[in-house]
């Protein structure tokens, strides 16, 4: 039976970097970290690659985990900062904000890439940016009493 979504990841070049953004910047708890140098053998079995270097770090926002991969190996390959969200794979994260538009300013600020401003669609306002390696994530603000 599945209970639910317990965390998504997201492999990255600079996991410094990609934790400064998440955590500094959007707020994400950080919960744990963790690394090896070829030396984890059931983190091997899971992954299903042989002799894996890796850092990570968990985050944690309200119910939800993000986890954040720093490979150095295997070598990855390089995603294109402005894949498109059409692109098979996950398309972007959404996070849930309580005024969109102040968190608009303040991670704009913070140097998030939007394409434009938050989109009113009625009962909800949403626009997506990307975090400091391309990666899509969705601002999404709830206006009207409803679960989606």
């Not at 998504?8 to 990609?18: E, G, N, Q, R, T």
């Not at 984890?40 to 991969?69: C, F």
């Not at 998030?112 to 603000?141: C, K, W």
Request: charged share 20%; no cysteine; aromatic share 12%.
């Amino acid at each position: 039976m599945i209970t639910g979504i317990h965390h998504v990841a997201i492999s990255v070049p600079d996991l410094d970097k990609a934790v400064g953004f998440y955590h500094e910047i959007l707020g994400f708890e950080k919960v744990f970290s963790n690394s090896w140098f070829g030396d984890r053998e059931q983190a091997d079995q899971v992954i299903g690659l042989e002799r894996t270097h890796a850092k990570v770090q968990m985050l944690k926002a309200g119910n939800a985990y993000l986890e954040l991969w720093e490979y150095i190996k295997p070598k990855p390959g390089a995603q294109s900062f402005n894949y498109s969200p059409a692109n098979h794979g996950i398309a972007h994260i959404a996070l849930q904000v309580t005024n969109i538009h102040d968190e608009f300013v303040r991670l704009s600020n913070a140097g998030m890439t939007f394409h434009q401003e938050p989109v009113d669609l009625g009962n909800s306002f949403a626009i997506y940016g990307r975090d400091p390696f391309g990666n899509i994530i969705e601002l999404y603000e709830v206006t009207w009493e409803r679960a989606i």
